[in-house]
């Protein structure tokens, strides 16, 4: 094992968070059970085995590390990771992949998928993500992971094993689908971006931003460069019924301890036991 970027951890509800993220420094996260990452600011040597990647935006402590993490994976031959990521960018991110290619002599072997907000696409029978739009200062998109269970519809129920077989095999759709929202990640947004998707406030985990919390830093400024301020948060305190709420994405100008005491100070009880600050 290879010690070479920090990574924080959590557990719950049958999956784990792993990740590290400072603004302008470097985000990146995964989950592990759900075979994905969320953005590669950096790459820390064992997230190598985690095969799909969600970027958010190409600002460069959200992608720096994508070449990096490409070139493992064919280095220690792992099948080429999938890369979903903002449509307008994949030409771009392609034609560098390239010349890091040239530069390197070592193949740069991924497929990258564009994503526009309202996409939908499938992990497995079980999952299935969707995408929202985000606020931010160049285009963005966050996440959304649902757990997807097929039921039996009402009409069916209380039927014998039999008769549901014969119906199933004769092509009658019996089954619906229902779906609950797991995760949301919201990258880097202003608030906008959060409400403009009501599944972020309802996940079981949201991983969100919180980039400022000093009370004097003018807030119309931090949604202009996209992020997002405690206050934010506070004034939408009553909202959230996420299980487990994760800021991340800090600004290098606080010290950990400055947040953890802002933060404990101005938390409403509502949030003060859901809420992880990512230090
Ligand atoms: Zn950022
Ligand atoms: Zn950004």
Redesign the pocket.
């Known amino acids: 094992m290879v010690e070479n970027a920090p990574v924080l951890s959590l557990q719950h509800a049958g999956l784990t968070v792993e990740g590290w993220s400072r603004?302008?420094v470097q985000?990146y996260w995964r989950i592990p059970e759900l075979r994905i990452g969320f953005d590669l600011g950096a790459h820390p040597w064992d997230f190598m085995s985690t095969p799909t990647w969600l970027l958010t935006h190409v600002?460069l402590?959200?992608v720096a590390a994508l070449p990096v993490y490409v070139a493992r994976r064919r280095m220690m031959r792992m099948e080429p990771p999938v890369i979903y990521l903002p449509a307008y960018a994949v030409e771009d991110v392609r034609r560098l992949l390239l010349v890091l290619q040239r530069l390197d002599r070592g193949r740069m072997a991924c497929e990258l998928r564009g994503i526009e907000a309202g996409a939908e696409f499938e992990l497995s029978r079980e999952h299935v993500v969707t995408t929202f739009g985000t606020t931010h200062t160049i285009p963005s998109v966050g996440y959304v992971v649902w757990d997807r269970r097929f039921k039996l519809k009402e009409e069916y129920l209380g039927l014998p094993g039999d008769k549901i077989r014969d119906l199933r095999l004769s092509g009658v759709e019996i089954t619906r689908e229902v779906r609950t929202p797991l995760l949301a990640y919201t990258g880097?947004t202003s608030p906008a971006g959060l409400d403009s998707c009501p599944a972020a406030y309802q996940a079981k985990i949201l991983i969100s931003e919180l980039s400022f919390i000093r009370p004097n830093h003018r807030r119309e400024k931090i949604h202009k460069f996209g992020h997002m301020h405690l206050d934010d948060y506070l004034e939408r305190a009553d909202r959230f019924q996420n299980e487990v709420i994760i800021w991340g994405?800090l600004s290098t100008r606080y010290h950990p301890q400055e947040v953890k005491r802002l933060v404990e100070a101005k938390l409403p009880a509502v949030l003060r036991e859901r809420v992880r600050l990512w230090l």
């Open positions: 603004a302008a985000t600002h402590d959200h880097d994405h």
